[in-house]
């Protein structure tokens, strides 16, 4: 099985906007969005299936179909995820001032406490010893309309520390 798309939030630390901040609004939104995205993976990767969930509402393209990959995969091999992986996310770009607005987002996932099992058994499913339980994760997102939508989150292979 292919390494997790990005975990959900449970204790996400955000370096919060300042009230002072001219773009605050829209951190808040992007931030927001993001959060959400999260939360309805994780019942999708519960449940086997985005069927149920407002994943669509918060994500498209790369992002749902990565998602949508790891489902069928899982399904495969009758795995399930229980549990909630946690996140510390940083906003590295914002551009508002763009016909479609864009931000890019640094997020230190920690899948320590997502668990996978066999549906069947409820036998955990082994980890490769050389999987990283902690790694960096780069999001893209654009403003659609009053929304902002993730379009992809693409995992580094490199362990992060921030946070």
Not at 50 to 77: H, I, N
Request: glycine share 6%; aromatic share 6%; net charge positive.
């Amino acid at each position: 099985m292919k390494t997790p798309a990005a975990p959900s939030t449970t204790r996400a630390s955000t370096v919060a906007p300042s009230p002072t901040d001219p773009q605050a609004a829209e951190k808040k939104a992007v931030l927001s969005a993001y959060s959400s995205y999260w939360q309805e993976q994780v019942s999708a990767y519960k449940a086997g299936t985005v069927k149920g969930t407002r994943l669509k509402t918060y994500a498209v393209g790369a992002a749902v179909a990565r998602v949508e990959g790891d489902l069928a995969s899982m399904k495969d091999k009758g795995i399930t995820a229980d549990g909630r992986p946690s996140h510390d996310v940083r906003m590295t770009a914002l551009a508002t001032n763009k016909q479609v607005p864009s931000a890019t987002l640094s997020d230190c996932l920690d899948i320590s406490q997502w668990k996978f099992t066999y549906r069947k058994t409820g036998a955990a499913v082994p980890s490769p010893k050389t999987q990283l339980t902690q790694y960096r994760t780069i999001v893209k997102a654009e403003k659609w309309g009053n929304q902002w939508m993730i379009l992809s989150a693409t995992p580094q292979a490199t362990k992060c520390t921030h946070g």
